[in-house]
Antibody, heavy 128, light 109 residues
Framework: QVHLVQSGAEVKKPGSSVKVSCKTS????????INWVRRAPGQGLEWVGG????????NYAQQFQGRVTITADESATTVYMELSSLRSEDTAMFYC?????????????????????WGQGTLVTVSS | DIVLKQSPATLSLSPGDTATLSCGAS???????LAWYQHKPGLAPRLLIF???TRATGIPDRFSGSGSGTDFTLTISRLEPEDFAVYYC??????????FGQGTKLEIK
């Protein structure tokens, strides 16, 4: 059984950065993309970006380009998401998510069509 | 990018009723790329339906998905108290990109 366990809540000042981790267990780490999804208060779900650890090349949503960095540590089976230049509007719950175990539900780049496994969420609060 | 619009924004129903949630896409998309999630406060989103109409493991058959092209529907029959939550549709786009609808809140009447 696949499990995604995220790091704890963070409180940050505007202009600073936050780094959230997502440790995976129970499955093959390197070949499955880990993605990040954000839910701000009163808003819907929003894809931030994702990475396939085997390739190490992340994909980012356009609105986060230049502010987000997603990395993977194979030895720790952990994926990290760092968001910089934080502003109050970045206050949100961040989730890591992975696709299913069935290869047919993935594109040719290795990204899933949907998210089957989710982390428990990490609350990031940006406040002065 | 494809935009997903969900309706209604809020749906007020009673246990035992049938809920019909709509998801409209700004462009036609493959049924393979449309999924639905349930989201409750304090919990992670839960995959309900993928490929427009396939239930995820452990999802009761009260949940069903349908649609094609630009119009997709999630139907929840015989509503149970635990079904009241926010529901999102999601589409996959190449590159990749992922887009969610803005959500439908299903509340108890």
């Amino acid at each position: 059984q696949v499990h995604l366990v995220q790091s704890g809540a963070e409180v940050k000042k505007p202009g600073s950065s936050v780094k959230v981790s997502c440790k995976t267990s129970g499955g093959t780490f390197t070949t499955y993309a880990i993605n990040w999804v954000r839910r701000a208060p009163g808003q819907g779900l929003e894809w931030v970006g994702g990475i396939i650890p085997l390739f190490g090349m992340p994909n980012y949503a356009q609105q986060f380009q230049g502010r987000v960095t997603i990395t993977a540590d194979e030895s720790a089976t952990t994926v990290y998401m760092e968001l910089s230049s934080l502003r109050s509007e970045d206050t949100a719950m961040f989730y890591c998510a992975r696709g299913p175990d069935v290869p047919t539900h993935y594109d040719t780049n290795g990204f899933p069509y949907f998210f089957h496994y989710w982390g428990q969420g990490t609350l990031v609060t940006v406040s002065s | 990018d494809i935009v997903l619009k969900q309706s209604p924004a809020t749906l007020s129903l009673s246990p035992g009723d049938t809920a019909t949630l709509s998801c409209g896409a700004s462009q036609s998309l493959s049924s393979k790329y449309l999924a639905w999630y349930q989201h409750k406060p304090g919990l992670a989103p839960r995959l309900l339906i993928f490929q427009t109409s396939t239930r995820a493991t452990g999802i009761p058959d009260r949940f069903s998905g349908s649609g094609s092209g630009t119009d997709f529907t999630l139907t929840i029959s015989r509503l149970e108290p635990e079904d009241f939550a926010v529901y999102y549709c999601q589409q996959y786009g190449r590159s990749p990109t992922y887009t969610f609808g803005q959500g439908t809140k299903l509340e108890i009447k």
